[in-house]
């Protein structure tokens, strides 16, 4: 079965770190780019970044630029979003996205919640 | 940087037909997608490049574009219809996504 499968859910303090994956199976996960998604509470879908593992080829939305690291292992065919320094506004779900032309295909999504 | 923009809210009655734009100036060249989201869940794929239509989803959700402007259409609203819905695609250099601002749908 093609899928995308998240890390669970997280409760972190500000200033901690913090890395989410999302692991591929049912294909050939080098050959399609992966992008993340955050949603804060309420709010609409927002575009991260997203990676090719092939090359490990990284793009940025500018809003995310320097707040966030994307990354993946194509040995294990996992991508990764990670935080150097959690605030309480990256309070959100995030979701991983394998962005083609055909269906893309998402992730279930890791609840993030950062509170003191 | 590029912008999707969408009608913050449409509002139908059920089996009329509701339709939602998304405008953006890199459409002509890059494809379309269409999410459904239903509060306290994720977002499902209703329309993929444009016009296409995921296996599993109801044949009255269509997709259709014209020049900047591409269009849900969902013909014949039921109630189960209610939810936002966001159109998604790329800037004209093709890796940099963006999400349009969201449509609620509201069934009268």
């Known amino acids: 079965e093609v899928q995308l499968v998240q890390s669970g859910a997280e409760v972190k303090k500000p200033g901690e770190s913090l890395k989410i994956s999302c692991k591929g199976s049912?294909?050939?996960?080098?050959?399609?780019?992966i992008g993340w998604v955050r949603q804060m509470p309420g709010k609409g879908l927002e575009w991260m970044g997203i990676?090719?593992?092939?090359?490990?080829?990284?793009r940025y939305s500018p809003s995310f630029q320097g707040q966030v690291t994307i990354s993946a292992d194509k040995s294990i065919s996992t991508a990764y979003l990670q935080w150097s320094s959690l605030k309480a506004s990256d309070t959100a779900m995030y979701y991983c996205?394998?962005?083609?032309?055909?269906?893309?295909?998402w992730g279930q999504g890791t609840l993030v919640t950062v509170s003191s | 940087s590029y912008e999707l923009t969408q009608p913050p809210s449409v509002s139908v009655s059920p089996g009329q037909t509701a339709r939602i734009t998304c405008s953006g100036d890199?459409?002509?060249?890059?494809?379309a997608y269409w999410y459904q989201q239903k509060p306290g869940q994720a977002p499902v794929l209703v329309i993929y490049?444009?016009?296409e239509r995921p296996s599993g989803i109801p044949e009255r959700f269509s997709g259709s574009s014209s020049g900047t402007t591409v269009t849900l259409t969902i013909s014949g609203v039921q109630a189960e219809d209610e939810a936002d819905y966001y159109c998604?695609?790329?800037?004209?250099?093709?890796?940099?996504?963006?999400f349009g601002t969201g449509t609620k749908v509201t069934v009268l």
């Open positions: 890199a459409l002509p060249k890059q494809y």
């Open positions: 490049k444009d016009s």
């Open positions: 990676i090719y593992p092939g090359d490990s080829d990284t």
């Open positions: 049912g294909y050939s996960f080098t050959s399609y780019w």
């Open positions: 998604q695609s790329a800037d004209s250099s093709g890796t940099s996504y963006v």
């Open positions: 996205v394998r962005q083609s032309s055909s269906p893309p295909l």
